[in-house]
């Protein structure tokens, strides 16, 4: 079994940066799973963000598109997603998840963190 757990959200001005960690456990991660994050505004479905495959190729919503950057780091099993210029519609919670590809050719996932709340106020 894989367990994810999301740290780092919080508060933070329009404008402004944020970093989300994801920590795996239960499975070793290199060579074997991609990873993605998502977020879930209130009233609104989950939306796909970013993924990274196992050989580090990303792949991007267009929403978060040069703005967010995704990376693993296998060596500590955790991922993270940086966040700039931050706008209130990213408010949201924020969560890790994994899947059994290494590839990020599609958007199905196995494994869910908890979430974390990002808010971004204006």
């Known amino acids: 079994q894989v367990q994810l757990v999301e740290s780092g959200g919080g508060l933070v001005q329009a404008g402004g940066s944020l970093t989300l960690s994801c920590s795996a456990s239960g499975r070793a991660f290199r060579y074997t799973m991609a990873m993605g994050w998502f977020r879930q505004a209130p009233g609104k479905e989950r939306e796909f963000l970013a993924a990274?495959?196992?050989?580090?190729?990303?792949d991007y919503a267009a929403s978060v598109k040069g703005r967010f950057t995704i990376s693993r780091d296998d060596a500590k099993n955790t991922m993270s997603l940086q966040m700039n210029s931050l706008k209130p519609e990213d408010t949201a919670v924020y969560y890790c998840?994994?899947?059994?590809?290494?590839?990020?050719?599609?958007?199905?996932?196995?494994?869910w963190g908890q979430g974390t709340q990002v808010t971004v106020s204006s």
């Open positions: 990274v495959s196992v050989r580090d190729a990303t």
């Open positions: 998840a994994a899947k059994n590809n290494p590839l990020v050719s599609d958007r199905t996932y196995d494994y």
